[in-house]
C-alpha cells in the first residue's frame, strides 16, 4: 500500500444532457516522499485527479485513500476538517490580499489552527525564509516567491505537503 491510493476510481459529472467521465476505472499507488508529474492536455483529468486525492472533489465511484483513510467514508464536515490539518493546495492564481505584507498573507490561514503567537510566528518566518532569504522587512505581494512564501506558511503542523497544482509554463520547452 501507499501513501496515497486509488483502487478503481471513476469521476463523472453532467455537463448540460451529457456526461463527462475525466476518470475512469484508475488505480493507483504512491508512496510517501515520491515525487510525481500529472501530464496532459486540457481536459484529461489533471485537476479532477488532485481535486479528488486532496478531498476536494469526490470519486462518482471506487477508493481513495490518503495514509489510509478512505475520503469516501468521511462527513463533509470530517472532510473539511481532514482538507484543513493534512492538505497544501497550491493553486497558478493565488488571490492573496494585496494590502496586507507577506508575513501577514501567510499568518491569516495559520489563525485558523490553535497554536501559540509564538509558534504562528516562527512558522510564517521559516516559510518566508525558505521562499525568499531572510530579508526584513518583506514587501507587498508582486511575485511567484510571494506565493511560495504563503503556500508553504498555509501547511498545517505536521501536515504532509502532497497536492502542488501550477500550470505556469505548462507546454512550454
Known sequence: MGFIDLVNVTKAYRKGDREVVP???????????????LMGPSGSGKTT??????GIDRATSGAVKIADVDLGTLSRRELASWRAHHVGYIFQLYHLIPVLTAFENVEMPLLLHRMSRRERH?????????SRGPSWPIPRFSSPTNRRATST??????????CRRSTAGAGRR
Not at 49 to 54: A, D, E, I, Q
Open 23 to 37: 476518470i475512469r476505472d484508475l488505480s493507483l499507488s504512491i508512496r510517501q516522499g515520491e515525487a510525481i508529474t
Open 49 to 54: 485527479l488532485l481535486n479528488l486525492v486532496s
Open 122 to 130: 516562527e512558522r510564517m518566518a521559516l516559510a518566508l525564509e525558505r
Open 153 to 162: 506558511g498555509r501547511l498545517p503542523r505536521g501536515s504532509s505537503d502532497f
